[in-house]
């Protein structure tokens, strides 16, 4: 979805097709993308889409590039002395079309010393196992910019048997399940969803399913297909109210993801997988040091702290 340098490529120009950056973002630090998705696979062909066209929208997953492709580059970028915060899912079209997009996350939290994103636009998450997979990651941000089936073929132009109805559905379901943080994009589209009727109608969908944080985006760049052209300002700003206060501009200051520490956030993490002692540092805004006097005084309470990686 980003037109990234691909300075990872810089350490063995032929090698890397599938992994690019890392690319720093105030959000998501530095972050290394992997594309599973080249060329353009998708199973939406947005009218504001910033990639082109899809060719032929899909909703059928599959097995294209090979994973141990996938895997043997991350390893050649961990070899090469690579690092980043977040290994990101993400790329040129819908990285959980991939079967084994969850195991890009297994190799991030095993090898990779990394926490880990996913960059979705949610259409599978009716599928109980794209929101399994999509659980391995520390951070996952879905898209909805539309209120119902007709508004949603509108902006989206969903391969066929997609319904907005199911992937909201899995959305809530996804938001019971997932202990990590849940972001959602809106991309806000003038004369198609900026109205006070329809965005009032899209947050009440969005906040029934509970996201941490929700950022109003609109065209940057006009896509030459569809002329869309950018929300000004001012009625994004006015629309973040609508949203509720876990709202923001795309183009303002977005929230870091870190996570305010509890003893609850710090078990509910550990649970999902070991994590080493820099990563929860620079999750939850502590030093190192502390982490370990945390830790340490955790495990003398005989709390599952045990399962740190050193
Ligand atoms: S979900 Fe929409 S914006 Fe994202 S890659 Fe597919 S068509 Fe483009």
Excluded at 140 to 165: G, N, Y
Excluded at 176 to 188: A, Q, Y
Aim: charged content about 25%.
């Amino acid at each position: 979805m980003i037109d990234i340098p691909n300075t990872a490529a810089d350490i063995n120009p032929p090698a890397l097709k599938h992994v690019y950056g890392p690319v720093s973002s105030r959000r998501y630090g530095q972050s290394l993308g992997v594309d599973l998705s080249v060329p353009k696979t998708c199973s939406f062909n947005c009218l504001f889409c910033q990639i082109g066209p899809t060719p032929a929208t899909m909703a059928e997953r599959n097995e294209i590039p090979p994973i141990s492709e996938v895997l043997a580059e991350l390893d050649f970028w961990r070899d090469s002395g690579g690092t980043a915060d977040f290994i990101t899912a993400a790329g040129s079209g819908e990285p959980t079309l991939h079967r084994h997009f969850g195991k890009v996350f297994r190799w991030a939290h095993e090898k990779g010393d990394c926490r880990t994103l996913l960059l979705s636009n949610g259409s599978l998450f009716w599928d109980p196992e794209v929101r399994r997979d999509a659980k391995l990651a520390d951070v996952v941000k879905v898209s909805l910019h539309a209120w119902d089936q007709s508004s949603f073929e509108r902006i989206c132009r969903p391969h066929p048997t997609l319904r907005l109805d199911r992937i909201v559905e899995g959305y809530r379901k996804f938001r019971e399940e997932f202990t990590g943080r849940l972001d959602c994009e809106v991309f806000i589209i003038p004369g198609i969803n900026d109205s006070d009727e329809a965005a009032t109608k899209t947050a009440e969908l969005v906040k029934s399913f509970s996201p941490d944080y929700i950022t109003l985006n609109t065209a940057i760049r006009p896509p030459a297909e569809s002329g869309v052209v950018a929300c000004p300002p001012e009625r994004i700003r006015a629309l973040l109210q609508l949203f509720g206060p876990n709202a923001y501009a795309g183009g303002g200051e977005p929230p870091a993801v870190t996570i305010p520490f509890s003893e609850t956030a710090l078990l509910n993490l550990l649970s999902r997988h070991p994590v080493s002692i820099p990563v929860l540092s620079r999750t939850f805004s502590k030093s190192e040091s502390e982490m370990r006097e945390i830790l340490k005084e955790m495990k003398n309470r005989g709390l599952p702290a045990f399962a740190i990686m050193e």
